[in-house]
Nanobody
Framework: QVQLVESGGGLVQAGGSLRLSCTAS????????MAWYRQTPGKQRELVAR???????EYADFVKGRFTISVDNAKNTWDLQMNSLKPEDTAVYYC?????????????WGQGTLVTVSE
């Protein structure tokens, strides 16, 4: 069973920066794509950014120009650099990976890390 472990959440003032990191227990080359999602109470989990080895990163409109997703193949990690943070970015952030075996997708999730952006 693949495990994902996030780190880097915390409290930051509006306009500040945080960097989240996700470490996988398996080689990231086994993943179809890697991503970051976030969720606030009462709302559905939403995609923040996604990256594959075959295409450019994708970002949700609400983070474009502020967040950057990147991959470190040697460390089996992918990061989310979050700049110019806003109070509305406050959420639990989850890393996610998808692997494709023949025709079956396997989904993996981290435990979540809380990001709180104060006014």
């Amino acid at each position: 069973q693949v495990q994902l472990v996030e780190s880097g959440g915390g409290l930051v003032q509006a306009g500040g920066s945080l960097r989240l990191s996700c470490t996988a227990s398996a080689s990231i080359f086994s993943f179809n794509y890697m991503a970051w999602y976030r969720q606030t109470p009462g709302k559905q989990r939403e995609l923040v950014a996604r990256i594959t080895s075959r295409s450019s990163p994708e970002y949700a409109d609400f983070v474009k120009g502020r967040f950057t997703i990147s991959v470190d193949n040697a460390k089996n990690t992918w990061d989310l650099q979050m700049n110019s943070l806003k109070p509305e970015d406050t959420a639990v952030y989850y890393c996610h990976a998808d692997s494709l075996v023949i025709t079956q997708h396997f989904q993996y999730w981290g435990q979540g890390t809380l990001v709180t952006v104060s006014e």
